[in-house]
C-alpha cells in the first residue's frame, strides 16, 4: 500500500492519541469525509433481515450489515422507489400516451442517461448506449469486432476471465468455424504470482499479435481485483493491427475512465455492481467514434432506426450512426429508472473525488488485513496447523492498479470462515477454495464498516480453528 497513506494514517491517529487499529480512528476518518453524506442515499440491508445470520453473535441487530458486495450487486439508491411509482402512476393513467408524454418519455428513457454514463467512461454521449444485458453486447460487438481470417483468428483474454467472457469467446469462435483450443490465447500471470503484468501482456502481444484477431480483457479482473492498464494495452494491441475490447463490469461507477482518449474500440458493462442499478439491470456498451459510420457485419433491429422516422414503420431501415445503430428493442423503463436514480447519486460527486476515499478506504483495509492476518514468520507447510489461517491480499499493492475490491486468500479453506462471517452480518462473496472478495465501495461504505469487518475477521477465524 501507498506510504504515503500510511503516513497520514499515522499522523491522524496521533493526533487524536489513539492507534490506527482503534474504532475512535476509523470514525474519526469518516467524520472528515467528503463524501460522507451519500451514504443516507442508499439503503443499507439490516443485520436481522440477513439470511444465515445468527443473532446471538451481534451487538444489535438492526444495525447496518457490513455490506462488502458492492463488486457483486450494489446498494439500493433511495431514489428508485420514487421513480418506479411515477412511472407506474403514468402508466395506470394513460397508457399507450406513457411512449411521448411525461418527465420521462418511455421511447427516450435510454437516450436521458447516456450523457451522464459518458461522463463517467470518458466518452462522448454518442459513443454510449444503455441495452440488453452485458453479455449479449458483447456477442453483438463481437459480430462487428471480430472478423477472423486465416492468418489472423485469435482472441487474446486473461487466465480467470469473468465466465461469461470466455463463453462468449468460445461461442464466437465455433460459430465462424474455429476450435477454441487453437485460437484462444489465455495470458496467464507468471507462476507464483496473481497479478498480470502489463509488460508481459505487451511482450506477448509484439510476439503473437499478427494473427490476434481482437483483444478482450476485463478493465478490473474480477477475480483478483487488478485494474489494467486499458491505455498501454490499447496503443499496445492497435500497433499490431488488433481491434481491442473491454469488459468493464467491475470497473464503471469503480475508477475514472477514458475510452475515448484510450482509442478503445469498443467496451461492456453491467450496471449492477458500483452502478447500484439492480439485479439484472439494463447494460452499458462503448463503440469509439471512429467507428460510428463502419460498414460492419452487425445484427440489426428496429431501435437502431433513426429515431425521426422509426415510427413510420417502412420496410428500409435507415441505419442510425455510431453505436446507437446496435440498439435491437426498445429498452425497459422499469429497468432503466435504477439506473437514473443511482446516476442523481453520482451527480453529487465526482470519479475524482470517489476514486481519492476508494484509495483510502481500501488502503485501510489493506493495513488491517496486514497488522492483524499476515503470515507469521515462523510459518511453514509442516507447522501451518499450529497457526491460525492467514491471508494474503493478492489484489496489486500499489492503489494505481486496483479499484475497490481486495481479493483475499486465505491460508485454509473458506468454508467454515464465510459461514461465519455470514452468522456475524457480513456480506462478501467467496471464489472456492480459499478466496473471499471484499469491496468497500467509497459511493456508501465508511471506515466503520471497514473496522466492523477486520473485528468479525478476527471473530470467524477463532470460532472456525474451533471446528
Known amino acids: ?81 420514487q421513480y418506479l411509482e411515477t412511472e407506474l ?59 477472423p481470417t486465416k492468418q489472423r483468428h485469435k482472441i487474446l483474454i486473461e487466465e480467470h476471465s469473468f465466465p461469461s467472457d470466455l463463453f462468449a469467446v468460445e461461442s464466437q469462435l465455433r460459430w465462424h468455424g474455429y476450435d477454441p483450443q487453437d485460437s484462444i490465447i489465455q495470458i496467464k500471470a507468471k507462476p507464483g504470482q496473481h497479478i498480470l503484468n502489463t509488460s508481459d501482456i505487451n511482450t506477448l502481444l509484439e510476439e503473437e499479435g499478427n494473427s ?45 475512465l477514458h475510452l475515448h482518449k484510450w482509442q478503445v474500440d469498443f467496451a461492456v458493462w453491467c450496471s449492477y455492481k458500483y452502478l447500484n442499478s439492480g439485479a439484472g439491470s439494463l447494460a452499458g456498451a462503448f463503440m469509439h467514434k471512429k467507428h460510428a459510420s463502419n460498414d460492419f457485419p452487425k445484427f440489426l433491429g428496429w431501435w437502431g432506426h433513426k429515431k425521426q422516422t422509426r415510427f413510420e414503420m417502412g420496410s428500409k431501415m435507415d441505419l442510425t450512426p455510431g453505436i446507437a445503430g446496435y440498439r435491437i428493442s426498445n429498452p425497459s423503463v422499469m429497468a432503466l429508472l435504477p439506473i437514473r436514480a443511482s446516476l442523481d447519486v453520482f451527480k453529487q460527486t465526482s470519479m475524482e473525488q470517489l476514486r481519492k476515499k476508494s484509495k483510502s478506504l481500501t488502503g485501510y483495509l489493506e493495513y488491517l488485513i496486514q ?52 452468522k456475524r452480518g457480513v456480506c462478501c462473496d467467496e471464489r472456492k477454495p480459499n478466496i473471499i472478495r471484499v469491496a468497500p465501495a467509497a459511493m456508501y461504505n465508511s471506515f466503520e464498516d471497514v473496522w466492523r469487518l477486520c473485528r468479525a475477521l478476527h471473530q470467524a477465524i477463532n470460532s472456525a480453528m474451533t471446528k
Open 371 to 422: 497488522i492483524n492476518f499476515s503470515k507469521p514468520p515462523d510459518y511453514s507447510v509442516t507447522n501451518g496447523h499450529q497457526h491460525h489461517p492467514y491471508i494474503e491480499v493478492i489484489t496489486p499493492a500499489d492503489p494505481e492498479r486496483r479499484g475497490s475490491q481486495l481479493s483475499l486468500y486465505f491460508s485454509s479453506s473458506i468454508d467454515v470462515i464465510h459461514e461465519e462471517l455470514t
Open 89 to 147: 402512476q403514468k402508466w395506470g393513467k394513460i397508457g399507450s400516451h406513457g411512449y411521448f408524454a411525461g418527465e420521462i418519455p418511455w421511447t427516450r428513457c435510454d437516450e436521458m442517461v447516456t450523457g451522464d454514463l459518458a461522463k463517467l467512461v470518458g466518452a462522448e454521449k454518442e459513443e454510449v448506449v444503455v441495452m440488453n444485458g452485458l453479455s449479449v453486447n458483447l456477442h453483438l460487438l463481437m459480430v462487428s469486432f471480430y472478423r
Open 212 to 256: 490476434i484477431a481482437l483483444v478482450l480483457l476485463g478493465g478490473i479482473q474480477y477475480y483478483t481485483g487488478q485494474l489494467f492498464d486499458i491505455a498501454s494495452i490499447t496503443a499496445a494491441a492497435h500497433d499490431k493491427g488488433c481491434m481491442v475490447g473491454f469488459d468493464l463490469g467491475h470497473a464503471v461507477g469503480n475508477v475514472p
Open 1 to 81: 500500500m501507498s506510504n504515503t497513506l500510511v503516513n497520514e494514517f499515522q499522523k491522524c491517529a496521533k493526533d487524536l492519541g489513539c492507534h490506527i487499529e482503534d474504532l475512535e480512528f476509523a470514525r474519526a476518518m469518516d467524520n472528515k469525509d467528503p463524501l460522507r453524506s451519500l451514504r443516507n442515499e442508499f439503503i443499507f440491508p439490516k443485520i436481522q433481515d440477513l439470511p444465515g445470520v445468527e443473532l446471538s453473535l451481534v451487538d444489535n441487530p438492526s444495525d447496518d450489515c457490513i455490506y462488502m458486495s458492492g463488486n457483486s450487486l450494489g446498494l439500493q439508491p433511495k431514489g428508485v422507489k
